[in-house]
């Protein structure tokens, strides 16, 4: 069975803190994914990463940065953490189906990371 | 326009109801779609992949409809454990050496109640 960790189920910061988000899965796959999920927004791509030490920017991916240098490993950064960063954050990861054609298979995600900046 | 559109809900339906969601996707590059179901503060997770000749799993039928750009799930004979948040999801190929990525709807909420 697939499984996707992450570091904290929950967490609180102060405005302006550095925040280290850490996801780590078993299953060897190629792909990872930092999302944000917020009430009525539903969920969002921050970033991703194809590989390892590769990282493509998601649809939000302002005020955070990311670091894939183990393949198993996925680390979400808030460089600057603001209230507006409160939210629940989910890691996801997938094999590669077929790097020729650009698709990738089902995501599985880790149990998230709820998050309140104080 | 959002990559992926969904009926808003909630829905709220009596054990044994059948109900039906829809949901529209917007780049014809979209390669493969799938629904996913959301527990209250659980993580989403893949409920069925969705084929362009329709698709049943026990009580569960996902249809496709590539010309219209149009998915459906529908649940027969519901049962209290179905309540969930369902979410249409639609991968859209990558261009040039950039893999696909997925795209989420905001989500149906359904609550089926005895």
């Known amino acids: 069975d697939v499984k996707v960790t992450q570091s904290s189920r929950y967490l609180v910061k102060r405005t302006g803190e550095k925040v280290f988000l850490e996801c780590v899965q078993d299953m060897d796959h190629e792909n990872m994914f930092w999302y944000r999920q917020d009430p009525g927004l539903g969920l969002r791509l921050i970033y991703f990463?194809?590989?390892?030490?590769?990282?493509e920017k998601g649809d939000i991916p302002e005020g955070y940065s990311v670091s894939r240098e183990k393949k198993e490993r996925f680390s979400l950064i808030l460089e600057s953490a603001s209230t507006n960063q409160t939210s629940m954050y989910l890691c996801?990861?997938?094999?590669?189906?077929?790097?020729?054609?650009?698709?990738?298979?089902?995501?599985?995600f880790g149990p998230g990371t709820r998050l309140t900046v104080l | 326009r959002k990559e992926v559109e969904q009926d808003p809900g909630p829905f709220n339906v009596p054990e044994g109801a059948t109900v039906a969601f829809n949901c529209t996707y917007s780049n014809s590059a979209s390669q493969s779609f799938f629904w996913y179901r959301q527990d209250c503060r659980k993580e989403p997770k893949l409920l069925m992949s969705?084929?362009?000749s329709g698709n049943e799993d026990g009580r569960f039928t996902a249809q496709l409809n590539r010309a219209s750009q149009y998915i459906s799930l529908l649940i027969r004979d519901s049962k209290l454990s179905d309540s969930a948040t369902y979410l249409c999801v639609v991968n859209v190929k990558g261009s040039g050496s950039t893999l696909g990525r997925l795209y989420f709807g905001r989500g149906t909420q359904l609550t089926v109640w005895p």
């Open positions: 969705v084929y362009s």
């Open positions: 996801a990861s997938s094999f590669t189906r077929n790097r020729v054609a650009g698709s990738t298979d089902t995501q599985y």
């Open positions: 990463s194809y590989d390892v030490k590769m990282k």
